[in-house]
């Protein structure tokens, strides 16, 4: 079955700097793998996704992920950090008998410092 | 941009009433689904629905719950008998084919 394992429940950085959000994934074949935002009281909102095409994948907001299948990783990055970035940022991967189903992540919550 | 709209966007029931929770779908999608969010919890799958039938679901869709499409626009959830543990943000989403899904804002339901 397939999983991801979101590796910090809480991330803090301060505005201006680098966004690191780590996610290791769990798959018995090449996974389509997703990271969604959740801003306080809002929807999930999806920020990227990965479906083989190319590794490095650039999403919305200056945000990017990098697939290694080596590493079984796909980090959400960004190389500065805004305050509206303050959210909780959901790994997900598709599973399923027939693909439609999504499974998250516990979810990291990020804390932008002014 | 098109999206996924749900209401009520926050609705609090007696234990033991039903609940229906609704849902309009992106127009040209044929794929919707359920997903709720226990506070504190993460984000479980609930059902997938496809040409008018429960394609997928999960343990947790027991037999309180069920899923309807009445007619072209909207795709509902009923609770039949809530419990005080159904107290969840339920997310309502659609897809074309297996393309990314779309979620709604979420409709937090509190069962007391």
């Known amino acids: 079955a397939q999983s991801v394992t979101q590796l910090d429940s809480h991330v803090s950085v301060s505005e201006g700097t680098p966004v690191l959000l780590r996610c290791n994934y769990s798959s018995s074949y090449s996974p389509s793998l997703f990271w969604y935002v959740q801003h306080p009281n809002k929807g999930l909102q999806l920020l990227l996704k990965?479906?083989?095409?190319?590794?490095l994948v650039k999403g919305i907001n200056g945000f990017e992920a990098e697939f290694k299948k080596s590493e079984t990783s796909f980090h959400l990055t960004k190389p500065s950090a805004h305050m509206s970035d303050a959210a909780e940022y959901f790994c997900v991967v598709r599973s399923g008998e027939y693909g439609n189903k999504l499974v998250f992540g516990a979810g990291t919550i990020l804390r932008v410092k002014s | 941009e098109p999206e996924v709209t749900q209401t009520p966007s926050h609705q609090v029931t007696q234990m033991g009433q039903e609940v229906i929770l609704r849902c309009v779908p992106i127009s040209n999608h044929l794929y919707f689904y359920w997903y709720r969010q226990i506070l504190g919890q993460k984000v479980e799958f609930l059902v997938s629905f496809y040409n008018n039938e429960i394609s997928e679901k999960s343990e947790i869709f027991d037999d309180q719950f069920s899923v309807e499409r009445p007619d072209g626009s909207n795709f509902t959830l009923k609770i039949r008998s809530t419990k005080l543990e159904d107290s969840a943000m339920y997310f309502c989403?659609?897809?074309?084919?297996?393309?990314?899904?779309?979620f709604g804002e979420g409709s937090w339901l509190t069962v007391v």
């Open positions: 989403a659609s897809s074309e084919a297996l393309g990314t899904i779309y």
């Open positions: 990965y479906t083989s095409a190319a590794t």
